[in-house]
């Protein structure tokens, strides 16, 4: 069996990470975590199309407030836990995290 080394989209990163982030607070948001880890690995076996696992990671995503919402609201908890935003990659989510810690960061 031939897997897919494809990665997720920006969106299911920042969505994993912030689902990571809260799990500590909340156990429904370690559930829900683990459920999107499988169905990524539904996506690498083949089982599932990678559209079906966005459409998923969407609904998610918008019961949270929206891809901006969520990345800003990881932001948020990292600077309170560690006194600072790291997010040095050159992903698509990576440049999306900066640009929004940036805004987020000159309010406070």
Known sequence: MEKNSEKPSPEAKALSLFLMAYKTKDPIYKEKAKRINRLWD??????????????????????YGGYDGIIEKTILYYVEKTGEWKSRGEDQYSIDANIIADRVLKKK
Do not use: R
């Open 42 to 63: 539904l996506v690498k076996k083949g089982e599932l199309t990678k559209e079906d696992h966005l459409a998923e990671v969407n609904k998610m995503i918008d019961m």
